[in-house]
């Protein structure tokens, strides 16, 4: 079976030839049913479900367009990312801002525009309180990003506290506004990825829902992403905690939220998944460079580096499956996988078994979230992007970045 859907080993060392010495591979189409597999799961439980696509996770415009085509909110976090939604076509009235850092021109802009502007403090509040008092919009679309207080957890910094005072000192002044409408609730709580966690978001963010809308329900309620995606089981192991299954969350999230409101009249239920729809539509394909054994011990060197697989820097052995270039040559043993950077830290895998020779084919799964966006051009610059089209067939959606991209910008 090979590695990649689509793709059999022979197009991989095809692909390898055309573009250098490492690629990422795209697969929108598992995207959307990454996508479709959660709306249908969620809806099952709670028929008014929203997704956003989070463009700080992945911005492939492939797979924004497609996100969207679903009917999927924009999920941006700064005036580039709101730039790019508006650039691939999205309404803007489908996007949401997030973010905690938002100057008044992104403001005026995402406010004018009609776009949903989730409010991350009080003085962002009253920043575009007076936007909007002095006719900044039509009609200002207004979220407020709620922290909440979570069991065993030290509070973050993101969104409004919801016991401040002026909480609700600042939806007052929203709601005396006539142009604007205060629409919804958002939260989104990093770093516990557990059903039970999600649960219990969703009951605190029903409960606030009820508490700030007393007299009709908001128009939705946000619950943010940091939900954990399909995994290979070498990766799961390392986690810690059983990883949740999508239909785990969707009884964490809608079936919670079912029982506080009905469908049919209570808020749309809006989830901003990254990693759980995106890292499994990426792969990231490299080459055995070298191999040589210091004191005993096996070392592989590739083509790529950690900045190209993880580079938010997790302590993580990415699960990968080696493609051999002449299986006669391959060298069984326990095997450290190292990047192309002159860093100590640039292991991608510290003890794989298997055979590996120079020339292999390394296909790194799971890296669909927090790559090609974080990528630096550090060393070396940003790889192609090639798409599996379903017939397989393929199609380059990013070109590799060369010497010229990197110096555009410097002036000398
Ligand atoms: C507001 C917001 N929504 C969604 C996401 C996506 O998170 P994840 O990729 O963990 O699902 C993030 C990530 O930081 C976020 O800050």
């Not at 099952?44 to 924004?64: D, E, M, V």
């Not at 007299?215 to 192991?237: F, N, T």
């Not at 991608?348 to 966006?373: E, Q």
């Amino acid at each position: 079976m090979s590695l990649i859907p689509r793709l059999d080993d022979t197009a991989l060392f095809g692909l390898l030839a055309e573009h250098g010495d490492s690629f990422y591979v795209l697969d929108t189409g598992g995207y959307e049913q990454n996508l479709r597999e959660l709306q249908a799961l969620f809806a099952a439980r709670y028929g008014r479900i929203g997704i956003g696509h989070s463009y700080k996770t992945n911005y492939i415009p492939q797979l924004c367009r497609a996100a969207y085509g679903l009917g999927a909110y924009a999920e941006v976090v700064s005036r580039m990312e709101f730039d790019m939604a508006l650039r691939f076509g999205a309404d803007p009235r489908r996007i949401i801002v997030n973010g905690p850092v938002k100057d008044d021109g992104l403001l005026r802009d995402a406010l004018a525009a009609g776009s949903i502007v989730h409010i991350d403090g009080i003085e962002e509040g009253r920043r575009a309180w007076r936007i909007l008092a002095d006719g900044g919009a039509a009609k200002g679309r207004i979220g407020l990003r709620l922290n909440l207080p979570m069991e065993g957890r030290t509070r973050s910094r993101f969104g409004i506290g919801v016991e401040d005072p002026e909480l609700h000192e600042l939806l007052g002044a929203f709601r005396g506004l006539a142009a604007c409408t205060v629409e919804g609730i958002h939260c989104h709580i990093g770093g516990d990825r557990t059903a039970a966690s999600y649960a219990e978001r969703t009951e605190r963010m029903a409960a606030a829902a009820k508490e700030l809308f007393p007299d009709a329900p908001p128009r939705y309620v946000d619950i943010g992403g940091g939900l954990a995606g399909r995994m290979p089981e070498a990766l799961q192991q390392q986690l810690g905690y059983r990883v949740p299954s999508m239909a785990d969350y969707a009884q964490a999230i809608a079936g919670t939220f079912a029982r506080r409101f009905d469908a049919s009249t209570g808020p749309e239920l809006i989830v901003e998944p990254g990693i759980a729809v995106l890292s499994d539509a990426l792969w990231f394909v490299c080459q055995v460079a070298a191999v040589k054994r210091i004191a005993g011990k096996h070392h592989a060197i590739v083509t790529g580096s950690i900045y190209n697989v993880k580079p938010t820097l997790h302590g993580f052995d990415l699960a990968f499956g080696a493609v051999p270039r002449d299986a006669s040559l391959g060298e069984a043993a326990e095997w450290a996988v190292s990047g192309y950077t002159c860093m100590e830290i640039d292991v991608l895998h510290r003890g794989w078994n298997g055979k590996l020779a120079t020339g292999d084919l390394l296909v790194f799964s799971n890296a669909g979230a927090y790559t090609v966006v974080l990528k630096p051009p550090f060393i070396k610059p940003m790889p192609a992007i090639v798409e599996v089209l379903p017939d397989g067939s393929t199609a380059t959606v990013k070109i590799a970045e060369e010497v010229g991209d990197i110096l555009r910008t410097y002036r000398w």
